[in-house]
């Protein structure tokens, strides 16, 4: 007998969570209580989870976020997931699309985006219930091949750029004092005002400190003679290693400091275990505006993943569309995320 049971994140049973996290099939760090506790305490988001249990035993669940649009308005996010033990995983998907039921009609839209390797199997589930699939892809470096094999199957730029960067003097490490993470939140805003694109709160990078702890997150850093250039943080959980956000100072471009720090988060990925090193999104090339990260992604020998953000909104489903091919709604877009509208 399946049921549904949703708490609240000073209700949950976190032991029984974490327990179910470890047996799940999906191995996700966007689904973890720690990351609930960092959206929780530095964007102030609303973190519940729900779980699916067969006669008392937890067989599947998610975690979600109910977060205000338009500064007034409930929505309700899923990334990634779903949990699920073996044989569970459409049972499971069903009873979460069946719970949140009772939230569209007072939501302005719930999004759903399971994780990539299991997201195109549900794409029918979605569309019967009235949700609009909408395409995106990631790239996933296999590092269980030898650390060569990954090297020599790098684009020539990628390896040039990295050659470069050493040639230059560059130091990329590992940042493992508070001092070095303050010192990536102010290029952090450096970068966020020159680019145009929202900053991450200071108390996020707190939490995120606090990760890095528990071997749960890794800013890496480069430096020259001194003086912080660029950074890159990750997630990382269990044999899986996602990339977050990149901030740089364009006036040391030429120094190549993110290829160094690429490689170098792949050399410590493949030291530590990972097994999946995600770079986490993929621009389609035709997107103008979004040629250079397109670009330099393809670089780096990842294979393709296929995924999809399914939306119960036709409008949030044209919206999307309108940002991704178009320079001035992403620039709108980007205005109304800075404000806290969206």
Partial sequence: ????????????????????????????????????????????????????????????????????????????????????VSGNRVVVMKSIVNALKEKEGKAIYLLFIPYPAINHTFMEMFKNEGYHPFPFRTLIIDLERPLDSIWSALNKRARWGVRKANRLGLKAEVANTWQEWEEYYHLHMLHSREKQYPASPFNFFREMFKLHHRNMARLFIAEHEGHLIAGSLFLVYKENMIFLQNASLDAFRKFNANNLIQWKSIEWAKENGVKAYDINGLPPEETEYLRGIYNYKRRWDGKIYWYYYYVNRRSLYAGMHLIRTHFLAWKMFSCFRNYGLI
């Fill in 1 to 84: 007998m399946y049921k549904v049971k949703i708490v609240d994140i000073d209700s949950l049973d976190v032991q029984q969570w974490n327990e179910l996290l470890m047996k799940s099939k999906v191995c996700d760090a966007f689904q973890t209580y720690e990351w609930a506790q960092v959206q929780r305490n530095s964007m102030g988001l609303e973190p519940y989870f729900l779980m699916v249990s067969n006669n008392g035993d937890p067989v599947g669940g998610v975690m979600f976020f109910r977060k205000k649009a338009v500064g007034l308005i409930d929505s309700y996010e899923i990334r990634g997931g779903p949990l699920h």
